[in-house]
């Protein structure tokens, strides 16, 4: 609630909130070779398909395309039927965020502290946008959900991730891949 505070007096727009979103995961061995993993994500009041590459572990070091479907099930189930088995069911949770043309995310994942995403078009904007809302760039972490979990779970390696996970839902146990 803090943060949302923050958000309204630096005159950030909450234009979607807190938001339940399920993706499935696929990321076949040349996928995994490249860093790289297909999603399926019903975002609540749209469903995406992203193939997404982390060249980099940087502001900008993903290479992302995303195209808009109709239908979260029937999108997985074609994907299955060419041989494309997702690996991992997830549940987030999203709440979007928009100030001077940066998007701002509060996410929540299954075991896993809520964090802020910010988006931009050009590091130097997301740097002034998060010194604007008080955030501390030494403090940032760059890439997926793998990075705010490696933070908060200093035992996992660059290899360990959730996309390993088969269920990846709020009411689950924590995974033994969390435990220290």
């Not at 490696?150 to 035992?155: E, I, L, N, V």
């Amino acid at each position: 609630e803090a943060v949302r505070q923050v958000l309204r007096e630096s005159g950030a727009v909450c234009d979607k909130p807190m938001t339940l979103m399920r993706r499935v995961t696929i990321d076949t061995p040349g996928m995994k070779q490249k860093k790289a993993f297909l999603r399926v994500r019903d975002e609540g009041d749209k469903v995406t398909m992203t193939y997404k590459q982390f060249n980099e572990l940087s502001v900008d070091g993903a290479m992302e395309y995303e195209v808009v479907v109709d239908d979260f099930d029937e999108t997985v189930a074609l994907l299955s039927a060419s041989g494309l088995e997702y690996g991992s069911f997830q549940e987030s949770k999203r709440e979007i965020w928009h100030l001077d043309g940066a998007e701002i995310m509060i996410d929540e994942w299954p075991w896993l502290k809520p964090y802020i995403e910010v988006e931009s078009h050009s590091e130097a904007h997301v740097r002034e946008i998060a010194a604007r809302l008080g955030f501390d760039w030494n403090e940032a972490a760059f890439g997926g959900v793998m990075a705010a979990y490696r933070k908060q779970y200093p035992h996992l390696n660059m290899q360990d991730t959730v996309g390993d996970v088969p269920l990846v839902r709020f009411e689950d146990p924590l995974p033994s891949l969390l435990v220290a």
